[in-house]
């Protein structure tokens, strides 16, 4: 029997952003379109007298095709209004808030604290192998 995809498939994007925080650290990892190729970017988040700066710490280039790939693999249509509570009496652990607009004017929310939508730690190795160029025909910039 054949699964039917009840999220559709995300076509084109625009931005995706992804701000994770835990007790020492945070960084936002963001992909936009760019000249029809896609950059990835980490940052590093601090503070400084009260503001936040963010500093780059990596950026690669990848196909705009590649990065369709990920999200679709992830089914990040799927994470749309995802909300996951920190479970009860658990002191530590990561957030993470994913924001993205995609198919022209679709936008895409989610959020949690140590909870995770479907394929979250699959989206975040997708990145770590798009910015350390591990994957095949990655550039880094």
């Not at 650290?25 to 190729?37: F, L, Q, R, S």
């Not at 280039?61 to 009860?88: E, I, M, Q, Y």
């Amino acid at each position: 029997m054949r699964l039917i995809n009840l999220f559709g498939k995300i076509k084109s994007f625009e931005t995706v952003t992804l701000h994770t925080s835990g007790m020492r650290h945070v960084a936002d990892y963001e992909i936009v379109m760019k000249d029809g190729g896609a950059e990835v970017s980490q940052y590093a988040v601090g503070y400084v007298e009260g503001e936040e700066v963010r500093r780059l710490t990596k950026r690669a280039v990848c196909s705009a095709d590649r990065a369709l790939k990920l999200l679709n693999k992830c089914r990040l249509l799927s994470w749309d209004g995802f909300h996951g509570n920190r479970p009860k009496g658990l002191k530590d652990g990561t957030n993470f808030i994913l924001k993205a607009k995609v198919n022209g004017d679709r936008e895409i929310y989610a959020t949690g604290s140590q909870r995770f939508p479907a394929h979250y730690r699959d989206f975040k190795d997708g990145l770590a192998k798009i910015l350390s160029g591990q994957d095949k025909g990655f550039g880094k910039r």
